[in-house]
């Protein structure tokens, strides 16, 4: 009897073996590519968020100072521990003020009566260090040898606090100063030479001149 050999494995099942093989392959390249462009849009993503944040986080300086002056209210343009000891020589005009007071307001020159429009403050009758009453920005410093030198200085919602009869002036045209930042010294003055060395402060809402009393409890 011839001897038969074993038959080898059929073709069908060698195709169903190549079958399963590179679809496996393609699946596994097609997997490992969607992970790696999940995975750099995720870091991308990430990376531009900090920037977007930065740029919020980061206003002007000037947006700074209009932000804090909003919420600050007055304080006296001296320092606190001298609030104590200031003495008003001459008041703030009001016309419906009692008579007494209405005296107080009115300034004598040339023989003629000029009304206050803000308060004359004096420390027994020395030099003292003025401060912005609140944060801003010095809208104007007016130099003048006759009435002493004069600061405005510009705050949010349209006020304006003004230090006249001032020597030895710190700040400019332009600079941005914080609430209690020293700005000048006290002098006197012969616009009123009566009240000797004093502040002349005013506060104006809107261009017009305030009472500083409605303010700050002088």
Not at 36 to 44: D, I, R
Not at 181 to 206: C, K, M, S, Y
Request: glycine share 6%; aromatic share 8%; hydrophobic share 35%.
């Amino acid at each position: 009897m011839r001897e038969e050999k074993p038959k080898a494995p059929s073709q069908e099942k060698k195709k169903m073996k190549n079958g399963w093989f590179w679809p496996a392959i393609y699946t596994s390249v097609a997997l490992l590519f969607i992970g790696m462009v999940w995975g750099y849009s995720a870091l991308t993503t990430n990376d531009a968020t900090p920037s977007e944040v930065a740029k919020i986080d980061q206003p002007k300086e000037n947006a700074t100072v209009e932000t804090n002056a909003s919420k600050e209210t007055l304080k006296y343009p001296i320092h606190e521990d001298q609030v104590e000891q200031v003495a008003i020589l001459q008041e703030f005009y009001d016309p419906e003020a009692d008579e007494s007071v209405r005296e107080k307001a009115l300034l004598v020159f040339k023989q003629s009566y000029v009304t206050s429009e803000g308060l004359s403050l004096s420390i027994e009758g020395e030099p003292f260090e003025v401060v912005a009453a609140m944060s801003g920005t010095v809208e104007e410093v007016i130099v003048d040898s006759f009435k002493g030198t004069e600061i405005k200085l510009k705050h949010a919602d349209g006020m304006t606090t003004v230090y006249g009869s001032l020597t030895g002036v710190i700040v400019k045209e332009g600079d941005q100063v914080q609430q209690g930042q020293v700005l000048a010294t006290t002098t006197q003055n012969e616009w009123n030479p009566e009240a000797g060395v004093h502040l002349q402060f005013e506060i104006r809402q809107d261009g017009v001149a305030v009472n500083p009393h409605d303010y700050l409890a002088f």
